[in-house]
């Protein structure tokens, strides 16, 4: 490794060489070069720990040794073939998550991100309904093809110039901003009627498909209410509309009770697509779909990456350490641990607005105690002084103002401690500043 460059270096080479768009969480970043279960090095060999996971994605650690042994042995056996040649890791994948999922879901195909996978559940559910709009959650984001990002609802990831046709945005249950002005005591699911609104307002009256993750992650960690997805489905199924949960970051464990995210409301989704934590950090996605769906979009599919041995091989060997290790029961122990430390840090800090989130997935929500304003630059502020203090944690959220803790399922509750330490200094020093103003 003696040939790394410095970060000034890094970061000028960058600069020149990399589009700009592609932006950087921190302003003055460390130059990472190795990683370590829930541990993250530096190149001047700081530790630090990371709670955000890449951005929620390293699910079972840094270079899991489980994991790596597969890949490497699958490395070293046959890489490539593609997809019109038969190969066992693709199929072996595919036979897990079938057991894994909830319902009739049994028939996948394996991609290599998560927008791919939401084209390919949005391309499946027009063929089977012969149907195509498409309705979508308000502070979604589902990717960054021309169509995954025409279904995303926040301007910073929306195309730049002519959307997706036949897409229509519907109010999401984000409760501590209810665009109802509801509060959960006089709450009458407001934004489950708004389902049916869109439909007879915004659509031919016949979508083929509604797009949603359980929670929403990249929109700041919107948890909706106990009922709420049941209420949808029902509205759905009235009008023959399927429904795809993207469970992208919610996969996997993350939200703790359950492998997946929509089961925390015990709805059968007719597709589920997944990505990030599947792969632990190598490139792969997957939309499953029923076998009654499936059957009704026969069309001839060529994927040359998708289901390559070597990702397949690693979602298989990812699923089994999940499982083998109880790291969604760890999900759920540590993330109530953590759950109940950043709550008694809200009674410390009324700048800690909504606390939310199931398991390891996890959003602070950073504003004016009397208005709700959000307070992005003091958000930014916190996520500055955590990794000054060596402690990643995210950020995100329509406003730019919600922290956002997603780490590694194989965290423990001293991990947790350390982090609360961290965001305890970090809001101290912009209740500080806000103080002597
Ligand atoms: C919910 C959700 N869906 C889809 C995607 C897109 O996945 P990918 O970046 O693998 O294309 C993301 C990425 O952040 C996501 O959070």
Not at 12 to 37: A, C, T, W
Request: aromatic letters at 6%; a neutral charge.
């Amino acid at each position: 490794m003696s040939n790394l460059l410095n970060r000034e270096q890094l970061k000028k080479k960058r600069d020149e060489y990399m589009i700009s768009g592609m932006k950087q969480l921190y302003s003055d970043p460390p130059h990472f070069v190795r990683g370590q279960n829930q541990f993250l090095y530096d190149q001047e060999g700081n530790e630090y720990l990371d709670m955000f996971a890449g951005i929620v994605t390293v699910s079972v650690g840094h270079c899991n040794p489980k994991v790596l042994e597969a890949t490497v042995k699958q490395l070293q056996t046959l890489q490539h073939t593609s997809t019109i040649f038969m190969t066992q890791p693709m199929v072996d994948l595919a036979e897990k998550l079938a057991q894994i999922t909830p319902g009739d879901l049994s028939k996948s195909y394996i991609t290599n991100s998560g927008t791919e996978a939401n084209e390919a559940a949005i391309m499946m559910a027009r063929t089977a309904t012969g149907r195509h709009e498409v309705l979508v959650l308000k502070h979604s984001y589902h990717g960054q093809s021309h169509l995954a990002s025409s279904l995303t609802a926040n301007h910073n990831y929306r195309p730049s110039n002519m959307p997706a046709a036949g897409i229509s945005f519907v109010e999401n249950a984000y409760c501590y901003r209810c665009p109802f002005k509801k509060t959960p005591d006089n709450c009458s699911f407001e934004c489950v009627k708004d389902v049916e609104r869109v439909i007879q307002t915004q659509t031919s009256g016949q979508p083929a498909v509604m797009i949603a993750e359980p929670i929403q992650g990249v929109g700041g960690t919107i948890t909706p209410p106990d009922g709420y997805f049941q209420e949808v489905k029902k509205v759905l199924d009235n009008y023959g509309v399927l429904f795809i949960a993207d469970e992208v970051q919610t996969g996997f464990g993350r939200t703790g009770n359950h492998m997946f995210g929509i089961s925390n409301w015990n709805v059968q989704p007719d597709f589920m697509t997944m990505a990030k934590g599947l792969g632990n950090g190598l490139p792969i996605g997957a939309c499953i779909t029923t076998k009654a769906v499936e059957a009704k979009c026969q069309r001839a599919v060529i994927n040359t990456f998708g289901g390559n041995p070597v990702s397949a091989a690693t979602g298989l060997a990812v699923i089994n350490t999940i499982q083998e290790e109880k790291l969604m029961e760890n999900a759920k122990v540590v993330g109530d641990y953590l759950m109940d430390g950043l709550k008694d840090l809200q009674k410390s800090f009324p700048i800690i607005g909504d606390v939310r989130g199931k398991g390891l997935m996890v959003g602070i929500e950073i504003a004016e105690p009397e208005t709700k304003r959000p307070m992005a630059a003091e958000c930014a502020r916190i996520v500055e002084t955590a990794k000054d203090l060596k402690v990643v944690i995210g950020k995100g959220g329509l406003y730019g103002n919600t922290i956002r803790i997603k780490p590694p399922l194989t965290i423990t509750k001293h991990d947790v401690d350390r982090c609360l330490s961290a965001m305890r200094k970090g809001l101290e020093s912009v209740c500080a500043v806000g103080a002597s103003k």
